[in-house]
């Protein structure tokens, strides 16, 4: 497998008040702020996407910045034809969710989307990877 390229948010790992991500409610959360943030970049919205992760990434990582980033790596993917749920990992803090994707330019695309609760008690993306093969669609 070729590594496209990694789209790393800024604040991969943070501290978030020592909350411990645990239980199905805290999961289900999370993976609904997941789907939203990559809704968001399927439709190229890197903007929206941008002003809905974590403070931490909003902090570090300017948005043109962010825009020109996932537009550069997202892009050359084409359309999204489907993604598919893989797992879910819960760590102290944060919950990291693992999918695999089928693209228009590209197929077997593993993504996975870092969340973070933050001190409002909401659920936001503070990392996204995009790990993708060099094979082409048949056509």
Do not use: C
Not at 47 to 76: C, F, Q, Y
Not at 99 to 123: C, L
């Amino acid at each position: 497998m070729k590594k496209l390229s990694s789209l790393v948010l800024a604040g991969m790992v943070l501290a978030s008040g020592g909350a411990f991500a645990q239980g199905a409610t805290e999961v289900s959360d999370a993976r609904a702020a997941t789907e939203r943030f990559m809704k968001l970049m399927d439709a190229e919205e890197y903007s929206a996407a941008w002003n809905s992760g974590a403070e931490s990434v909003r902090k570090d990582m300017p948005k043109i910045a962010w825009n020109l980033l996932a537009s550069t790596v997202h892009l050359p993917l084409g359309a999204l034809k489907g993604r598919s749920y893989k797992s879910a990992s819960v760590k102290p803090a944060t919950i990291t969710f693992e999918y695999v994707a089928d693209y228009e330019n590209n197929h077997n695309v593993h993504e996975s989307v870092t969340t973070v609760r933050e001190k409002d008690g909401v659920w936001r993306v503070s990392g996204y990877g995009i790990l993708a093969d060099d094979k082409k669609p048949a056509k």
